[in-house]
T-cell receptor
Framework: AQSVTQLGSHVSVSEGALVLLRCNYSSSVPPYLFWYVQYPNQGLQLLLKYTTGATLVKGINGFEAEFKKSETSFHLTKPSAHMSDAAEYFCAVSEFTSGTYKYIFGTGTRLKVLA | EAGVAQSPRYKIIEKRQSVAFWCNPISGHATLYWYQQILGQGPKLLIQFQNNGVVDDSQLPKDRFSAERLKGVDSTLKIQPAKLEDSAVYLC??????????????FGSGTRLTVV
């Protein structure tokens, strides 16, 4: 079974600083990878996804992630943090089992942005 | 388009009581999912429907949890009787098809359940 590891349950950055949220996966086949964001008391919102093709994926709100097969990583970055980026971020891998796809989520990283 | 609607937003019950959650997916989305998100953990799939049929319920505690999607549209998730460890946010999501690689999920805002 596939798994997802997010390093750091809490990350703090200053406003304007680089945001780096780490995600590593285990998969025996080329994976489909996703980042979701969850604002307080809301559901999860898709930030970006990697399926095939270009390994650098751009998403909403200025976020991007790079698929590195050799490192089995899919880290999320943003050049300059905004206060509005404070939220919880989940990395997920799509697994095909029992004739259907389903997500395996990481445990999440809570991002705090300091003024 | 309207999003995934869930109700209630919050629920507090005593252990051994029963509770039900409701979800109305995006119109036309054939696939519906219920996830359980315990504090400090990532969402865990409980059950997946394709139209009104169950595709995957391997992680649903069937001795106390049940779910239905009778007309292939809205769905209810029930817990009876509830335990303290059922305290979590229950998220409903829908997608056009079951192929997650090409279709992202749309999540509702969730129902926060507290069992005391």
């Amino acid at each position: 079974a596939q798994s997802v590891t997010q390093l750091g349950s809490h990350v703090s950055v200053s406003e304007g600083a680089l945001v780096l949220l780490r995600c590593n996966y285990s998969s025996s086949v080329p994976p489909y990878l996703f980042w979701y964001v969850q604002y307080p008391n809301q559901g999860l919102q898709l930030l970006l996804k990697y399926t095939t093709g270009a390994t650098l994926v751009k998403g909403i709100n200025g976020f991007e992630a790079e698929f590195k097969k050799s490192e089995t990583s899919f880290h999320l970055t943003k050049p300059s943090a905004h206060m509005s980026d404070a939220a919880e971020y989940f990395c997920a891998v799509s697994e095909f089992t029992s004739g259907t796809y389903k997500y395996i989520f990481g445990t999440g990283t809570r991002l705090k942005v300091l003024a | 388009e309207a999003g995934v609607a869930q109700s209630p937003r919050y629920k507090i019950i005593e252990k051994r009581q029963s509770v039900a959650f409701w979800c109305n997916p995006i119109s036309g989305h054939a696939t519906l999912y219920w996830y359980q998100q315990i504090l400090g953990q990532g969402p865990k799939l409980l059950i997946q429907f394709q139209n009104n049929g169950v595709v995957d319920d391997s992680q649903l505690p069937k001795d106390r949890f049940s779910a239905e999607r009778l007309k292939g549209v809205d769905s209810t998730l029930k817990i009876q009787p509830a335990k303290l460890e059922d305290s979590a946010v229950y998220l409903c999501a829908s997608s056009l098809m079951a192929g997650a690689a090409n279709y992202g999920y749309t999540f509702g805002s969730g129902t926060r359940l507290t069992v005391v």
